[in-house]
């Protein structure tokens, strides 16, 4: 289906003015006949008259008036007849008929969520007028920038492990033929990818950098992961999605992770060991600078010739250092007064 821009239409304001100047005619065309019948005239001037007022309602369903960003796809008797895009007071075949499948569709979604929604559903329920409490379905098309806020989904990553992940995807309709005719709800559409998309993408890397890895598919390991490349995974995620959507008319701007945590189940089992990896790497850390330490105070007395001390000494010397140097707590000195033999 391709996509058919309407141009010369935008003569709503001519178009009303003709008709009500036709309403006022047939006003005074009713007086001046129903005058002639009573002088026994000719009733055509009156029947002509009643006619265009008892019909002259049908052209107003013609008048469609477009604001900025916004689109209307007209069909005929079931035959798709083209797209209004620019903001203005168009006028067309009265006979034409607005379609949007997924007007009535709402999704956690900017521009798509009333704030006042579930009270209208409460009034409705409670026996008041849908009509008076609730909006008509607007059949137009937002051809504005939408951020779809999708569910937080848990997906095992690369490893196995359970993850919780949400995206928010920047997207838009821009080809709004496609959106209506190709797909049959494109908001469901576009949800039920993303959701696709996401599930692809995050399988193929780890929580955090794991060793053996292959997360770019060249054969060789490498330090992605879902946690320290999130760049790289939301870039992923939105040329997927956009492969999957092409063919529904939308354009996907941008793509972001907005929640990413282990799932509950495991999540104080991976707290723990990242708190057991952190205390390896600062007790490896605190090793090399006592060892350092050591080394650079034996040098010192070796060359100043503070102290001559034999291997015993040096042993014992050491021992103490690593103790003092590697200790939880500070270490409390015991002070020898006598001799060490």
Not at 148 to 173: T, Y
Not at 240 to 267: D, F, H, M, N, P
Request: one cysteine or more; proline letters at 3%; aromatic letters at 6%.
């Amino acid at each position: 289906m391709t996509e058919k821009i309407l141009k010369g239409k935008q003569k709503g304001m001519l178009a009303l003015l003709v008709i009500l100047v036709l309403y006022g005619a047939a006003i005074v065309g009713c007086v001046f006949g129903c005058i002639t019948v009573s002088h026994q005239g000719s009733p055509i001037l009156l029947i002509i008259s009643i006619v265009w007022l008892s019909i002259g309602w049908i052209p107003f369903c013609g008048l469609k008036i477009l604001g900025p960003q916004e689109a209307l796809v007209l069909t005929l008797f079931g035959k798709y007849v083209g797209t209004l895009k620019d903001a203005g007071f168009y006028f067309v075949n009265p006979f034409c008929s607005s379609v949007n499948p997924a007007a009535k569709t709402k999704l956690n979604q900017s521009g798509d969520v009333s704030g006042n929604s579930k009270s209208q559903v409460l009034s409705v329920l409670s026996g008041g007028s849908a009509v008076s409490d609730m909006e008509l379905v607007s059949k137009k098309l937002s051809l504005k920038i939408m951020t779809l806020n999708n569910n937080r989904q848990k997906i095992n990553d690369c490893l196995g492990n359970p993850v919780e992940i949400g995206i928010a995807v920047m997207w838009r309709v821009v080809d709004t033929a496609k959106a209506v005719f190709n797909v049959d709800n494109y908001k469901e559409y576009l949800s039920l990818q993303c959701d696709s998309a996401l599930r692809n993408i995050v399988r193929l890397y780890p929580y955090d950098v794991a060793p053996n890895v292959d997360t770019t598919g060249d054969g060789v390991a490498d330090e992605g992961s879902l946690r320290g490349s999130s760049e790289i995974v939301a870039s992923r995620i939105r040329d997927e999605i956009q492969k999957k959507v092409a063919e529904a008319g939308l354009e996907i701007i941008e793509a972001r992770i907005t929640y990413l945590a282990y799932a509950s189940e495991i999540a104080a089992v991976m707290l723990q060991r990242q708190q057991a990896s952190a205390i390896i790497d600062a007790r490896k850390m605190i090793v090399d600078g006592a060892v350092g330490m050591v080394e650079m105070a034996l040098e010192r007395l070796s060359e100043n010739q503070v102290v001559t001390l034999d291997e015993e000494r040096k042993a014992a010397m050491v021992s103490n250092l690593l103790v003092v140097l590697c200790g939880n707590h500070d270490a409390q000195p015991i002070v020898n007064t006598g001799s060490l033999y």
